[in-house]
Every structure is written in structure tokens, then in C-alpha cells.
């Protein structure tokens, strides 16, 4: 008993500890990615003519992309342009805005105003010399992402990943506050239907095959389908007659002798034997003097 009870305790340990680690690693998931799936994604230095903040300001601001297809919230953590103070700006919790959609982006104001809110740091963007801007970790040490802009930046052009959460850093042709840094005014495929098809003949060829092909691709679907209902219909058939050796239908031999036999006992049983003599008599008619013509009421009385 003492020996059961012991294997029992070690077994139920044993459960407790890999659900215990399983509850650590994913934690731990979570919590990575929640921090390191966060980019510097754009960064406009420079704000004469552009984008203003809620208070009808324009300054320079940094733009963060969620690069995950989970929600992020980035409270907590810290922005900075020192790299000897990397905890320079915390962003505050209790933000529901904070919470960053999958592949959406937060804008954070560089106009050294955090009493402004949330989302305006509290530090500038030189436009004379290199801005170091860093991501930290809601720890004050992990560096999440960081990037240098370099200075002579020109007046509402923005630097930033060529394509969202991307390596590639480049001036952008044109600024993309809180939307993807690589949007499309065309669309490539009807642009080359325009160049190389004007008339439309192609894309109508196109369209009619599609339709034929597709009309094609029912009938022999639904002409196997039939196919396949017909054969299982003959296989129940045969399964209920209890003779898999004929066909549907057909009456086998011993059923046909056994009708035979029956008929021909029946006929014996019933039917009268008949006489082949016909025998033909006059029919005789009694006179009735009330159905004859030669008497008319017209006829006068006799004297």
C-alpha cells in the first residue's frame, strides 16, 4: 500500500511538473512576443508641412509595427534616444491604445511634451545631427530594436523600412504615418492588360475559357456521379433479390418453374370443362293487341 501510494505521488509530481513548464514556456512565448515582435518601423525628423498631432501641432515622430499576428501591448516599455539611458521615456500603462493590432502600427510624437499624453514622448528630433532611437524592453535592459538616423534630413521626407518590419532601411517616397510604408497607386496586372491588351481580346478569351473549362469540369463530374449512383443501384438490386448472378430485372429459373407449376394447378382447379355443341331456338312472341298500330284513338264510336 505504501508502495502504491508512493509510485501515485511521484506520478501525480511528475504530471504537475510538465504542466508547470508547459505553463513557463508559454509565458515565456507570450511574453517574447510581446517585446520583440515590436520594429521602429518610420521616422520623419523634420515636420514643416505635414502630419499634426491631436493638439494642431506638427513635429517630428516615430512610428513602431507590430510585426506579429498577435495583439502587442507596449506598455511598459521604453523609447529613448540615449543609448546611456535606455528607460528615458516609459510608456505609460492602463492605455487601451497601447494594445497594437497584428501588422498594425502606433505613432509616438518626438516634441518633448509627455504631459500630453500617451503617445508623445519626452524628447526632440535634432534635424542638425545623427538621432539615435531605441525599443526597450519593459526590463530597462533588453534592446528590442534600435536605429541612427543620419542628419542632413530633408524637410517632410520620412526614413524607414522599405517594406514593414523589414531589414531595409531607405527615404521613403513618400510619408506613411500609422499605414504600410509600401503602398500601391496601380495595379500591375491591369496595367499590363492596358499595355499589351488594349482592345480586351485577350482578357475575353480569357474569361469565355474559364467558363467552358469550368462547365466542362461539371459535366464529368456530375456524368461520373450519375455513373457511380447507377452501379450502386444495381449492387442493391442484386443484394435485395439474393442472387448476385443475374441481372436487375430478371426472374431466375427456379421462381419461373415454381409460377408454372402453380398456373398449371390452378388451371385444372378452376376452370369448367366446355362443350364445343351451339344450339339455336326460335324465340317466340306473345301478341299484345295494346302494341299494335292498327288501333288509334281517332277511331270513332260505332252506333
Known amino acids: 500500500m505504501i508502495i502504491f501510494l508512493y ?31 515590436i520594429r521602429i518601423n ?18 517630428g515622430w516615430i512610428e513602431v509595427f507590430n510585426t506579429s499576428a498577435g495583439t502587442v501591448n507596449v506598455a511598459g ?13 516609459p510608456i505609460p500603462k492602463g492605455d487601451v491604445l497601447t494594445k497594437i493590432s497584428p501588422y498594425q502600427h502606433a505613432l509616438f510624437w518626438a516634441d518633448g511634451i509627455a504631459s500630453h499624453g500617451t503617445f508623445h514622448v519626452n524628447f526632440t528630433l535634432d534635424p542638425n545631427k545623427e538621432n539615435y532611437i531605441a525599443f526597450y524592453d519593459s526590463d530597462g535592459k ?12 530633408k524637410p517632410d ?17 513618400k510619408v506613411t504615418p500609422s499605414t504600410n510604408n509600401l503602398t500601391l497607386d496601380t495595379n ?6 492596358k499595355t499589351n491588351d488594349s482592345i480586351g481580346i485577350g482578357m475575353t478569351l480569357t474569361a469565355m475559357s474559364v467558363v467552358f473549362l469550368g462547365l466542362i469540369l461539371l459535366y464529368l463530374i456530375f456524368k461520373e456521379i450519375g455513373i457511380i449512383s447507377i452501379a450502386a443501384g444495381k449492387r442493391r438490386a442484386k443484394k435485395a433479390a439474393g442472387d448476385e448472378n443475374h441481372e436487375p430485372g430478371e ?53
Open 251 to 303: 426472374i431466375s429459373g427456379d421462381v419461373l418453374a415454381a409460377i408454372s407449376t402453380a398456373l398449371f394447378e390452378l388451371d385444372e382447379d378452376v376452370h369448367d370443362i366446355e362443350r364445343t355443341i351451339l344450339t339455336i331456338q326460335k324465340v317466340k312472341r306473345t301478341y299484345s293487341p295494346w302494341s299494335s298500330k292498327i288501333y288509334s284513338l281517332r277511331e270513332y264510336p260505332r252506333k
Open 42 to 59: 518610420e521616422v520623419l525628423v523634420i515636420n514643416e508641412d505635414n502630419f499634426v498631432d491631436e493638439y494642431g501641432k506638427r513635429n
Open 142 to 153: 533588453t534592446l528590442i530594436d534600435e536605429i541612427v538616423i543620419s542628419a542632413g534630413q
Open 77 to 89: 516599455c521604453f523609447l529613448t534616444d540615449d543609448p546611456n539611458n535606455p528607460k528615458k521615456y
Open 188 to 193: 500591375e496586372k491591369i496595367d499590363n492588360f
Open 7 to 37: 509510485k501515485r505521488m511521484n506520478m501525480i509530481n511528475k504530471k504537475t511538473g510538465w504542466l508547470l513548464l508547459f505553463a513557463l514556456l508559454l509565458s515565456t512565448g507570450i511574453q517574447a512576443q510581446r517585446t520583440t515582435s
Open 157 to 173: 521626407v520620412s526614413y524607414g523600412r522599405l517594406i514593414d518590419g523589414k531589414d531595409k532601411w531607405g527615404i521613403l517616397p
